[in-house]
């Protein structure tokens, strides 16, 4: 009996193509739109980011070490610690050490590093290609040095020119070349203190270790994003397209004409329930397999994202069946306009559909009680490669929605004898 | 075999169906004749089980229904008024989920499907969705689909409404069908007077929720035994004719419509002279002044005062 309501559901759907295409096309396009439009809030370069940076030193590093061990055994300091501190300088090494950060595995994608005479400046300026120029002036190492060797008051600054467009490669370069002081002034001033760096951050271990795990996973891509808040708000709409089918069935006496052949009312509910899930899941399938091929969204765990997804389809269930019994009790389609019009956009946007919301954020937290947010959640989770385990909470909270969802829907599912 | 007691239907402001008592016996054709909002399909949704009354009771074969109606749902067939089909489906899709729904499996479900389809004429359609089909062809599949079960009553809310005079002949036609041959109990709901007249043998006439006459044909027309109808007709009316018609004592009932008007008189006036002298003091040129056959659609503007359909 119930499968009779599937394959006729199967048969509509099948007959309307244009449904199938707002229920599944259009995700699809909006991963694509998105993905690319707002695509770099997230990835930080997915889209193309990398930019050339020109790198000028007014002065050769190695000479200016040379000077300023020079000028140390111009001093009255012993011999052993002009020795040492020589050799201390030549490890340092300011610019060299600026040079491998720009070289490390994470900005070498992003920054293209070409290092230039000084006297090419002019040209570079006028030349559109780059987007950031650094400067390291005349002594730049030699006064880096002196302040953390010799505890010197200069105050050596880099260069930095960015052009107009460029900003965000200039906002780039300005964070590294901040962090990067900041380290080196700490690193260096602990070393000079005595103290190991590494005593340091043992310290502190357990705000770093969260970090460092956080940072252990995968990233998550854009298009990898959007594929999920696309799919946990679309499937929602499947939840309003079945309860429009099963109010059109009770306006046209098709409900009717199946309780006066003893088709048990809860039966009919139980239908109402199935089709939402089996056709939410047909169609969040469907866009994860396109989205699998064309964007590269590949689950590392393929039972737990199997397990989020009956989950969600489940409470996609319990929204049809609740949606269904409030248009039968009030004989109108208005409550299931008012939720694909209105609560489904609200839904989508505390969920983090649209953008991220920012981890342990107020809207975040809003968001995860919502059930296309909190399967949004897990499914970001388990695509970062965490578990089930990690997720219990948001499962949880999709499964009493569900069951809420079908209670209400139980209690305002009209009796026999109401109304037709 | 299946009967209404004393049925009240109330919604939030209307009465629908006020102390409705009604009969059917096994074979019998009944039509339910009623205009728009009268409260036929309240009635007939109360009878078949779907809708619970206010008050009153309903009893198969001396059974309660309003209760436990299941030996009365396996024997109903009911035509909804609204085309109850999924417009998205074949004609033969729609007759198997229904008869899926009715328990019907496999050669008896195919068997059945086939042969109603034969019925109603659709065997050549049976694959085209319902969608492509014209008004006449829904209705008749709207039928087709109360049918697969074997109903022994077929329960009928307007089935004729909106189609063209052919589907509308083929239908009556085919109800007339399974009557003969299949002794088929029929309750027939309908606005038109004359689908019922033709139809049925017994008949029921409802008006805001009342009923206001039932019988046999015959029966019915007797309440007019006392009266006559008569048909006038000119070129143009006056208002000043008009309003002495309305004035006079001895017509109980008038209708215009155009260029006739039908008169609702007492039999033992001689009303002839009486019309042409009021005719001529208004200046009304007859051309003709008829004495009609009484139709039910008399008896229904001498009970109500009012046309069957407005
Ligand atoms: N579900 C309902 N709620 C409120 N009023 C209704 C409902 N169904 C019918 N009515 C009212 O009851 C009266 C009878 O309606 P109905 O039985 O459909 O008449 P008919 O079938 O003779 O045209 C009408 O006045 C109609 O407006
Ligand atoms: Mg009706």
Redesign the pocket.
Known sequence: MIFQMIKKQFLQFLRNPVEILLLIGLPIILITILGNALGNLIDGGEVDLTFKLALIEHEDEALQVENFVTELGSGDLPDEVITEIAAIAESLAPIETFKEVLHSEELNDMIIVEEAYARELDAIKADDSYATIIEFPKNFSADVLENILLDGEMNPEVIIHYKAGSEIAGNIIQQIVTMYQEEYTLGTFLGNNGIDPQQLQKMGTESKQEVSSASLHEPVSAKAYYTIGMIVMNVLFMATTIAQYAFRERQSHIFNRMIIADFSRWVYFIGILLNALIFAWIQALFVYIFAYFAFDVIWPNLPDFLIVTCFFTLAVGGLAVLLTAISFRS?SEQIISFFSGVVVTIFAFLGGSFFPSGTGSFLQKLGDYTPNGAAMSAYLSILRGETIADNIDHLVFIACFAIGAIIIGVISYPKRGA?? | MLELIDITKK????K??KNMNMYIEKGEIVGLL????????????ILSSLLEPTSGDVKFENKSMIKNPKSLRQIVGIVP?EIALYEDLSAEENMKFFGRIYRLKGKTLKNKISEVLEQIGLTDRRKDIVKTFSGGMKRRLNIGVAMLHDPEILIM??PTVGIDPQSRNYILQTVKRLNKDRQMTVLY?S?YMEEVEYLCDRIYI?DK?NLIASGTKDEIKQILASENTISLKADHWNERFITNLRENPQIHQMKVDGNEIVLVVSKDVNIFSKLAHLAEEANVQLRAVDVKQVTLEDVFLHLTGRALRD
């Open positions: 004989n109304a037709s | 919604y939030k402001q209307t629908a169906v009623g205009p728009n909002g009268a409260g036929k399909s309240t009635a007939i949704s008024q809310d307007e709901t606005h409802m929720g």
